[in-house]
């Protein structure tokens, strides 16, 4: 069965340093991966998805994720966390059979000055 | 702006009433999502529709029904409201049904149920 686990519900960092998102996935196939990123009161936007091509991802507002087949996972990078970069990540990975999307239970991710 | 307009954006209600809540989707987009944000459940999928047809269900209860009508646009339609049912409720579209499209997603609406 497919399944999608981020591993911390809360990340931490200080402005101008890396940022590390972490999310395990679970497929039997070769399957599509999205990063969402939810802003505090706002609506959810794709960041980036990955569907088979290059398996390091660019995104929007510098954010990269790479598929690592042999390790199932899809973390999310950002040399250089920024005070805009405070919000919640999904990370969303479709299912084989009916192309349902599953989601990730959210990593909130904090910024300090 | 993602293109994907939601109706209301707040509604208040007591326990045991109904209310619909309406999505219109990006134009050109067939497919409709709906999804339920709470504190303690995160975001559930609820029920996805392409072209006027139920595709996919997720967790969504017996008491919330949803359709999609020839325009595209959508209705989601919750009844005998519970507190538990306090949540926001965002609708999503995507040009098809396929798990490698992008979803568009809503403002949302927040339900309280008081």
């Known amino acids: 069965a497919q399944s999608v686990t981020q591993l911390d519900s809360h990340v931490s960092v200080s402005e101008g340093t890396p940022v590390l998102l972490r999310c395990n996935y679970s497929s039997s196939y070769s399957p599509s991966l999205f990063w969402y990123v939810q802003h505090p009161n706002k609506g959810l936007q794709l960041l980036l998805k990955y569907t088979s091509a290059a398996t390091l991802v660019k995104g929007i507002n510098g954010f990269e994720a790479e598929f690592k087949k042999s390790e199932t996972s899809f973390h999310l990078t950002k040399p250089s966390a920024h005070m805009s970069d405070a919000a919640e990540y999904f990370c969303v990975v479709s299912l084989d059979s009916n192309y349902q999307l599953i989601w990730g239970a959210g990593t909130k991710l904090i910024i300090k000055p | 702006d993602s293109g994907v307009t939601q109706t209301p954006k707040h509604l208040i209600t007591a326990t045991g009433q109904r209310v619909t809540l309406r999505c219109s989707p990006r134009?050109?987009?067939?497919?409709v999502y709906w999804y339920q944000q709470s504190l303690d459940q995160g975001l559930q999928f609820l029920i996805q529709?392409?072209?006027?047809?139920e595709r996919a269900k997720g967790n969504i209860l017996e008491r919330f029904s949803a359709q999609q009508f020839p325009d595209l646009h959508s209705e989601l339609n919750l009844s005998s409201l519970e507190l538990g049912d306090s949540a926001l409720y965002f609708c999503a579209s995507s040009v098809v049904w396929g798990g490698g499209y992008e979803q568009f997603f809503g403002p949302g609406t927040r339900l309280t149920v008081l």
């Open positions: 134009s050109g987009d067939l497919s």
């Open positions: 529709y392409y072209n006027g047809e």
